[in-house]
Nanobody
Framework: QVQMVESGGGLVQAGGSLSLSCAPS????????MGWYRQRPGKPREKVAR???????DYEESVRGRFTISRDNVKNTVALQMKNLEVGDTGVYYC????????????????WGQGIQVTVSS
Protein backbone atom coordinates (compact mmCIF):
# COMPACT_ATOMS: atom_id res chain seq x y z
CA GLN A 1 0.00 0.00 0.00
CA VAL A 2 1.41 3.36 -1.02
CA GLN A 3 1.73 6.03 1.63
CA MET A 4 2.64 9.67 1.23
CA VAL A 5 5.55 11.08 3.21
CA GLU A 6 5.59 14.75 4.20
CA SER A 7 8.64 16.80 5.05
CA GLY A 8 9.11 20.35 6.25
CA GLY A 9 6.87 22.10 8.70
CA GLY A 10 7.87 23.57 12.01
CA LEU A 11 7.43 26.78 13.94
CA VAL A 12 7.46 30.22 12.35
CA GLN A 13 6.42 33.70 13.38
CA ALA A 14 3.43 35.38 11.78
CA GLY A 15 4.36 36.93 8.47
CA GLY A 16 7.02 34.33 7.82
CA SER A 17 7.29 31.57 5.25
CA LEU A 18 7.46 27.79 5.32
CA SER A 19 7.58 25.08 2.67
CA LEU A 20 6.15 21.56 2.78
CA SER A 21 7.08 18.68 0.50
CA CYS A 22 5.52 15.29 -0.10
CA ALA A 23 6.59 12.15 -1.94
CA PRO A 24 5.15 8.65 -2.27
CA SER A 25 6.70 5.90 -0.19
CA UNK A 26 7.57 3.96 -3.32
CA UNK A 27 8.02 4.63 -7.01
CA UNK A 28 4.69 5.00 -8.83
CA UNK A 29 3.85 5.59 -12.45
CA UNK A 30 1.42 8.47 -11.99
CA UNK A 31 -0.96 10.20 -9.60
CA UNK A 32 -4.10 11.84 -10.93
CA UNK A 33 -4.74 14.36 -8.15
CA MET A 34 -2.54 15.55 -5.31
CA GLY A 35 -3.26 18.01 -2.57
CA TRP A 36 -2.84 19.31 0.94
CA TYR A 37 -5.34 19.27 3.78
CA ARG A 38 -5.10 20.57 7.32
CA GLN A 39 -6.63 20.03 10.72
CA ARG A 40 -6.70 23.22 12.77
CA PRO A 41 -7.44 23.22 16.51
CA GLY A 42 -11.13 22.90 17.15
CA LYS A 43 -12.00 22.67 13.46
CA PRO A 44 -12.69 19.83 11.02
CA ARG A 45 -10.18 18.73 8.46
CA GLU A 46 -10.31 20.94 5.39
CA LYS A 47 -8.84 21.19 1.94
CA VAL A 48 -5.99 23.67 1.62
CA ALA A 49 -4.95 23.21 -2.00
CA ARG A 50 -5.06 20.50 -4.65
CA UNK A 51 -4.56 20.04 -8.34
CA UNK A 52 -4.87 17.51 -11.13
CA UNK A 53 -1.92 16.50 -13.26
CA UNK A 54 -2.85 19.00 -15.96
CA UNK A 55 -5.34 21.17 -14.09
CA UNK A 56 -5.25 24.52 -12.40
CA UNK A 57 -4.74 24.64 -8.63
CA ASP A 58 -7.77 24.79 -6.38
CA TYR A 59 -7.25 26.80 -3.16
CA GLU A 60 -9.21 27.32 0.00
CA GLU A 61 -10.20 30.99 0.05
CA SER A 62 -8.23 31.98 3.13
CA VAL A 63 -4.92 30.80 1.65
CA ARG A 64 -5.38 32.00 -1.92
CA GLY A 65 -2.64 34.45 -2.81
CA ARG A 66 -0.47 33.33 0.11
CA PHE A 67 0.04 29.60 -0.56
CA THR A 68 1.26 28.01 -3.77
CA ILE A 69 0.91 24.33 -4.64
CA SER A 70 3.20 22.78 -7.23
CA ARG A 71 3.73 19.31 -8.68
CA ASP A 72 6.52 17.36 -10.25
CA ASN A 73 4.74 14.84 -12.48
CA VAL A 74 7.94 12.93 -13.20
CA LYS A 75 8.76 12.21 -9.56
CA ASN A 76 5.08 12.43 -8.52
CA THR A 77 5.85 14.82 -5.71
CA VAL A 78 3.90 17.82 -4.49
CA ALA A 79 4.97 20.90 -2.57
CA LEU A 80 3.23 23.71 -0.73
CA GLN A 81 4.95 27.07 -0.41
CA MET A 82 3.37 29.11 2.37
CA LYS A 83 4.01 32.83 2.70
CA ASN A 84 2.64 35.58 4.93
CA LEU A 85 1.67 32.95 7.45
CA GLU A 86 -1.00 33.79 10.01
CA VAL A 87 -1.66 32.41 13.46
CA GLY A 88 -4.85 30.89 12.06
CA ASP A 89 -2.78 28.73 9.72
CA THR A 90 -1.56 26.67 12.67
CA GLY A 91 -2.47 23.01 12.41
CA VAL A 92 -1.49 19.58 11.20
CA TYR A 93 -1.01 19.46 7.45
CA TYR A 94 -1.64 16.26 5.48
CA CYS A 95 -0.59 15.27 1.99
CA UNK A 96 -3.07 13.33 -0.12
CA UNK A 97 -2.78 11.49 -3.42
CA UNK A 98 -5.79 10.30 -5.38
CA UNK A 99 -6.08 7.70 -8.15
CA UNK A 100 -2.58 6.26 -8.10
CA UNK A 101 -1.14 4.12 -10.87
CA UNK A 102 1.56 1.96 -9.30
CA UNK A 103 2.55 0.51 -12.66
CA UNK A 104 0.56 -0.24 -15.81
CA UNK A 105 -2.42 -2.36 -14.83
CA UNK A 106 -2.07 -1.89 -11.06
CA UNK A 107 -3.91 0.90 -9.26
CA UNK A 108 -4.61 2.20 -5.78
CA UNK A 109 -7.47 4.52 -4.91
CA UNK A 110 -5.67 7.02 -2.68
CA UNK A 111 -2.97 7.52 -0.08
CA TRP A 112 -2.42 9.84 2.88
CA GLY A 113 0.61 11.12 4.71
CA GLN A 114 0.91 10.95 8.48
CA GLY A 115 0.66 14.72 8.89
CA ILE A 116 3.16 17.34 9.97
CA GLN A 117 2.76 20.20 12.41
CA VAL A 118 2.82 23.81 11.30
CA THR A 119 2.78 26.32 14.14
CA VAL A 120 2.58 30.06 13.58
CA SER A 121 3.27 32.30 16.55
CA SER A 122 2.23 35.91 17.01
Amino acid sequence: QVQMVESGGGLVQAGGSLSLSCAPSQVVSSINRMGWYRQRPGKPREKVARMLSEGNPDYEESVRGRFTISRDNVKNTVALQMKNLEVGDTGVYYCHADMITIRPGRYEYDAWGQGIQVTVSS
